[in-house]
């Protein structure tokens, strides 16, 4: 099943490959990141907006 729009506008925090592309991307760790999920939802805006934020 190939990724989809949705699947991309989404960070699954359980995944250590997702939490640590998105890690990589923002300059955050992978502990902000997993916390920003629990915090801010998975959607990746809402998550990359909280992590800019900090």
Known sequence: MPNTKQ????????????V???AGKTGASTSEVKDAVKSAG?????????LSAK
């Open 20 to 22: 640590k592309y998105e």
């Open 7 to 18: 699947d991309r506008a989404r960070v699954a925090g359980d995944q250590d490959h997702e």
């Open 42 to 50: 998975n959607s990746r805006k809402a998550l990359e907006k909280k």
